[in-house]
């Protein structure tokens, strides 16, 4: 089935390991999204990726640094995590072009860290 | 910057009319999305409503734009147990290709 693939689904982590969340994607698209989700503000991005080799930062991309390896894989890493990060990451992608906005984001089923 | 407002939470009767409501602030937008989140999973697109509509009906959604004040709904009706969930709404940035999301409402049905 066609869709946005995240790994893992849960992760506890101590204060100041790291780890990397990975995204896939099957959907030929070129555009790619890390958000992060914190009850009562919604979905906020941290990194996305227009396209296979560019990156640009988001609304909080303190803390986090990202690799688009090819166009079907975007990762999310922290390299020294703190309890402020404790929250869902959600990686989503959309299609391309005015007729195809219509389908707005695709989204991945989410990974639910907490940092102790 | 853009700002997507939405009350939190949201308590209807099984059977009632659910409306959730946003305020947005980028007029310029061109498409307006509503999500819904069920617990423990990833946003799934809803419906959509293009800027240049004033209402959009789909099976049980109504979705109504008044582009004069900045406000979106979405109507719900005979709302049933399984509709509990957040809802997000969400306007494309006009000058970028990213997506504004509001803050969420979640929605409790009681039976």
């Known amino acids: 089935n066609a869709g946005v693939t995240q790994t893992p689904k849960f992760q506890v982590l101590k204060t100041g390991q790291s780890m990397t969340l990975q995204c896939a994607q099957d959907m030929n698209h070129n555009s790619m999204y890390w958000y992060r989700q914190d009850p009562g503000m919604g979905l906020r991005l941290i990194y996305y990726s227009a396209s296979e080799g560019t990156t640009d930062k988001g609304e909080v991309p303190n803390g986090y640094n990202v690799s688009r390896l090819n166009k079907r894989e975007f990762s999310l890493r922290l390299e020294s995590a703190a309890p402020s990060q404790t929250s869902v990451y959600f990686c989503?992608?959309?299609?391309?072009?005015?007729?195809?906005?219509?389908?707005?984001?695709?989204f991945g089923s989410g990974t639910r860290l907490t940092v102790v | 910057g853009e700002d997507v407002e939405q009350s939190l939470f949201l308590s209807v009767r099984e059977g009632d009319s659910s409306v959730i409501n946003c305020t947005y602030t980028?007029?310029?937008?061109?498409?307006l999305y509503w999500y819904k989140q069920e617990p423990g999973a990833g946003l799934q697109l809803l419906t959509y409503i293009f800027s240049n509509m004033d209402m959009k009906q789909d099976q049980r959604l109504t979705v109504l734009l008044n582009k004069k004040d900045k406000h979106l709904s979405l109507r719900i009706a005979d709302t049933q147990t399984g509709d509990s969930a957040i809802y997000f709404c969400a306007e494309r940035d006009s000058g970028t290709y990213k997506y504004i999301f509001g803050t969420g409402t979640r929605l409790k049905v009681l039976a």
């Open positions: 980028d007029s310029s937008s061109t498409y």
């Open positions: 989503a992608t959309h299609p391309e072009g005015t007729t195809q906005m219509l389908y707005g984001y695709t």
